[in-house]
Nanobody, 119 residues
């Protein structure tokens, strides 16, 4: 069983930056960041697989970067040029599936960290 704990959320103005961290007790093949805004479905933001390949949602491409530090068992999400539409609860997740972009394959989830971007 993998335990995940996110940190680093907060409130920033539009154009600002935040770095989210996810402390993991272990890694699965797929590690990802997802977000959910009030009244909306949970959506994928960025994922990284066991081969080091990354994928991003079109809405964050070029602004967000996912990375992991294996020595620290920590997953990161660097978020730059933040926009009000990035406001959401951000979750770290892990899955042994090879289909890293599908939220339903993730069986390990953190509690989430809130990101609020004001205009």
């Amino acid at each position: 069983q993998v335990q995940l704990a996110e940190s680093g959320g907060g409130s920033v103005q539009s154009g600002g930056s935040l770095r989210l961290s996810c402390a993991a007790s272990g890694y699965e093949y797929c590690m990802g960041w997802f977000r959910q805004a009030p009244g909306k479905e949970r959506e994928g933001v960025a994922v990284i697989d066991g081969d080091g390949d990354t994928s991003y949602a079109d809405s964050v491409m070029g602004r967000f970067t996912i990375s992991q530090d294996n020595a620290k068992n920590t997953l990161y999400l660097q978020m730059n040029s933040l926009k009000p539409e990035d406001t959401a609860m951000y979750y770290c997740a892990a899955s042994s599936s090879r289909r890293c972009w599908a939220p339903y394959v993730y069986n390990y989830w953190g509690q989430g960290t809130q990101v609020t971007v004001s205009s």
